[in-house]
T-cell receptor, first 113, second 112 residues
């Protein structure tokens, strides 16, 4: 099993550009989530999904969109990048109702100029 | 005030020492308590989790939860240089797909 994979590993964007961060898992997990990690702030939930076709907002959803068309994939879209979105983004997955055993991906480092 | 407080460190201890890492929290609904290890430029890796109060041991690692004091600890015995990482506590309630709330992490260095 590859576990949770994320692409790209690193990306530089200009303000106003859009992009999609990819996340995939091969563990047949229903629950998938996106976090951002900033110094002194800890991990903060952006969006999450409890299954294909079902998504919901976390605590910092503004400026981000998600969709879940398959169990395996959960892409995160930045609509119009801003310098405040410079961060490290982690995708995670678990069985539904078992977020205490979430598996995290390796992360995507995003720099918005 | 943050729901979960964690001393950011950094914490440096000599190899072989016992390490104590701690978090306090304010939400009495939290029932699951997790500890993650995160190496530099890597994703968090789940070390262990406990449900409600009590202790849980896994090799050199012991997690303790004191719900009456809203205080959790992770002890590392016989610390090794490979234990050098940032340790994150996280917790959640017992309600369905309730999100995790993370501490900010403690950066630990084990000195050979």
């Amino acid at each position: 099993n590859a576990g949770v994979t994320q692409t790209p590993k690193f990306q530089v964007l200009k303000t106003g550009q859009s992009m999609t961060l990819q996340c995939a898992q091969d563990m047949n997990h229903e629950y998938m989530s996106w976090y951002r990690q900033d110094p002194g702030m800890g991990l903060r939930l952006i969006h999450y999904s409890v299954g294909a076709g079902i998504t919901d907002q976390g605590e910092v959803p503004n400026g981000y969109n998600v969709s879940r068309s398959t169990t395996e994939d959960f892409p995160l879209r930045l609509l119009s990048a801003a310098p405040s979105q410079t961060s490290v983004y982690f995708c995670a997955s678990s069985y539904s109702g078992a977020q205490e055993t979430q598996y995290f991906g390796p992360g995507t480092r995003l720099l918005v100029l | 005030q943050k729901e979960v407080e964690q001393d950011p460190g950094p914490l440096s201890v000599p190899e072989g020492a016992i390490v104590s890492l701690n978090c306090t929290y304010s939400n009495s609904a939290f029932q699951y308590f997790m500890w993650y290890r995160q190496y530099s430029r890597k994703g968090p890796e789940l070390l262990m989790y406990t449900y409600s109060s009590g202790n849980k041991e896994d090799g050199r690692f012991t997690a303790q939860v004191d719900k009456s004091s809203k205080y959790i600890s992770l002890f590392i015995r016989d610390s090794q240089p490979s234990d050098s990482a940032t340790y994150l506590c996280a917790m959640r309630s017992n309600f369905g797909n309730e999100k995790l709330t993370f501490g900010t992490g403690t950066r630990l260095t084990i000195i050979p």
